[in-house]
């Protein structure tokens, strides 16, 4: 299993991105694909999930400005990021999580970098 993230770059507070995250297998594989980001000599923190059920889930500081959605065709989850601001500078992980098997699945990091 195979999570390929892209999507990250340079930005200007305000603007927005797109994190793209491509699985070489079916996303109903998993329970939950969500996004997560770290920032240096931080823990790393769920930023959005989206469930087998497509419930979403958000946490308070992006809630009105990113939207996670899927495209079970492509096999890909999507992160929509408007409105960036310069706390949301981190590096974003996809994660797929197996509930079943205990397993979770990582991306490589894409680097955002939202300027003042």
């Known amino acids: 299993v195979q999570l390929q993230a892209s999507g990250g770059g340079l930005v200007q507070a305000g603007g927005s991105l797109r994190l793209s995250c491509a699985a070489s297998v079916s996303i109903f594989s998993f329970n939950t694909m969500g996004w997560y980001r770290q920032v240096p000599g931080k823990q790393r923190e769920l930023v959005a999930s989206?469930?087998?059920?497509?419930?979403?889930n958000y946490i308070d500081s992006v809630k009105g400005r990113f939207s996670i959605s899927r495209d079970v065709i492509k096999n890909t989850v999507y992160l929509q990021m408007n409105s960036l601001a310069p706390e949301d500078t981190a590096d974003y992980y996809c994660?797929?999580?197996?509930?079943?098997?205990?397993?979770?699945?990582w991306g490589q990091g894409t680097l955002v970098t939202v300027s003042s």
């Open positions: 989206i469930s087998r059920d497509r419930t979403t």
């Open positions: 994660n797929g999580r197996i509930r079943e098997s205990g397993t979770d699945y």
